[in-house]
Nanobody, 120 residues
Framework: VQLVESGGGLVQPGESLRLSCVYS????????IGWFRQAPGKSRERIAV???????YYADSVKGRFSTSKDDAKNTVFLQMNSLKPEDTAVYYC???????????????WGQGTQVTVSS
């Protein structure tokens, strides 16, 4: 399994970014794609999951500002981030996994991450 994130950058508060996660090598199509982030000195935080069925769920910290979508033809899941705040600054990663009874179970497959910096 290979995951490649892209789309990070430096933006000002209130601006938007769209991250991409291109996946390949999945043994079947039923995997969820989780989005995580890790800020300096903090543990990795799960912020969104795009489920194989097409639904999504979000952490409270990003609910209403972030959304996910998927392009099956391009094997890509997107993370649209709006109204960015300085506290959204982190390295963002995608991960494969599955959701069972409301709990996300991630695999050991991670991308290399993409840096998002929100600063004026």
């Amino acid at each position: 399994v290979q995951l490649v994130e892209s789309g990070g950058g430096l933006v000002q508060p209130g601006e938007s970014l769209r991250l991409s996660c291109v996946y390949s090598g999945l043994p079947f199509t039923g995997y969820d794609i989780g989005w995580f982030r890790q800020a300096p000195g903090k543990s990795r935080e799960r912020i969104a999951v795009h489920e194989a069925a097409g639904t999504s769920y979000y952490a409270d910290s990003v609910k209403g500002r972030f959304s996910t979508s998927k392009d099956d033809a391009k094997n890509t899941v997107f993370l649209q981030m709006n109204s960015l705040k300085p506290e959204d600054t982190a390295v963002y990663y995608c991960n494969t996994g599955t959701t069972y009874r409301g709990t996300y179970y991630g695999t050991d497959s991670w991308g290399q991450g993409t840096q998002v910096t929100v600063s004026s």
